[in-house]
Structures are given as C-alpha cells and as structure tokens.
Nanobody
Framework: QVRLVESGGGLVQAGGSLRLSCAAS????????PGWYRQTPGKQRELVAR???????NYADSVKGRFTISRDNAKSTVYLQMNSLKPEDTAVYYC???????????????WGQGTQVTVSS
C-alpha cells in the first residue's frame, strides 16, 4: 500500500512561516482530494485545508487568510504554506487523500504519520 510522507514541520516563532509537503512514497496514478488535518493532545483531529482536482479549496475558519493549500499533480504532492503562525497553530499536522494506483480499480484513503509544528510566543 502507498504511504504518504509529510515533511517541513518544525519549531518557529509566532509570526513566522512554514511550508509542509506531503508526497506519495512511490509513483501512483492519481492522488485525489488531498488535504491537511491537525490534532493536539486531548482534542479531535480537525480539517485544516483540502483541495480538489478542480482546484476548489476548503479552509478552517481559524486559518483562512494565513494558510494556503496547493498541489503538484505530476509529483503527487500536496503543500500547505503557513504564514503568520500563532501559538494556537501548534499541533501534529497530518496529510490525507485518496490514492489510485496504476493497474488497479478503485481507490483507497491514506493518512500520513504526521509532522509536528510548534509555534512559540
């Protein structure tokens, strides 16, 4: 099964920026409706941003105007540009999407293992 691998997390001061990347572990036929979620201890995982094949996007109200999701279909990669970061953005960020592999019918949903983002004040 294909894995999703996140990168780009780290420690940053409030007001700073980070760019997260999520890529398939090997070549795939398509990567559909990819998105980013985040989770803090004791809280439910929440949607941060999602993008469709048509380019439409969906953002959590708390990140609108600060975060931007984008994708590179040729690389089966999705990005999350995070600007004006706040301490409240501290969380583990997870990539999610539907993978379709060449030679197989249908698709399946995959979660990445997460990347830590810590924003200090």
């Amino acid at each position: 099964q294909v894995r999703l691998v996140e990168s780009g997390g780290g420690l940053v001061q409030a007001g700073g920026s980070l760019r997260l990347s999520c890529a398939a572990s090997r070549s795939i036929f398509s990567f559909n409706a990819p998105g980013w979620y985040r989770q803090t201890p004791g809280k439910q995982r929440e949607l941060v941003a999602r993008i469709t094949s048509g380019g439409s996007t969906n953002y959590a109200d708390s990140v609108k105007g600060r975060f931007t999701i984008s994708r590179d279909n040729a690389k089966s990669t999705v990005y999350l540009q995070m600007n004006s970061l706040k301490p409240e953005d501290t969380a583990v960020y997870y990539c999610n999407g539907n993978v379709r592999e060449a030679g197989f019918l249908g698709e399946y949903n995959v979660w990445g293992q997460g990347t830590q983002v810590t924003v200090s004040s």
